[in-house]
């Protein structure tokens, strides 16, 4: 599976933006696709996933300016950000699983930075 994630770069504070990420060569059909980011310095953290079915997770420290999407048709998945914030800054990474897996495919990450 192949994972291209698109939309990061340089947005000034306040702004929003909308990171897309396309899957590819999935056999078994894809169930969950999700968002990551680490920010420089920080760990991976999980941002939000999203089912085949539409159900969606957000991170309990993420706050409402985030909203994940998808599109099953396409196996692409979303993530709009609204009121972007410095602390913002970060690699957006999109991952996927399988259905009957356990184990997550990445991509290779989009770079955001929120500065003025």
């Known amino acids: 599976v192949q994972l291209q994630a698109f939309g990061g770069g340089l947005v000034q504070p306040g702004g929003s933006l909308r990171l897309s990420c396309a899957a590819s060569?999935?056999?078994?059909?894809?169930?969950?696709m999700g968002w990551y980011r680490q920010a420089p310095g920080k760990q991976r953290e999980l941002v939000a996933t999203?089912?085949?079915?539409?159900?969606?997770n957000y991170a309990d420290s993420m706050e409402d300016r985030f909203t994940i999407s998808r599109d099953n048709r396409k196996n692409t998945v979303y993530l709009e950000i609204n009121s972007l914030k410095p602390e913002d800054t970060a690699v957006y990474y999109c991952?996927?699983?399988?259905?009957?897996?356990?184990?997550?495919?990445w991509g290779h990450g989009t770079e955001l930075t929120v500065s003025s």
């Open positions: 991952s996927s699983r399988a259905w009957g897996s356990s184990y997550d495919y």
């Open positions: 060569g999935s056999r078994a059909g894809i169930w969950r």
């Open positions: 999203v089912t085949s079915g539409g159900t969606t």
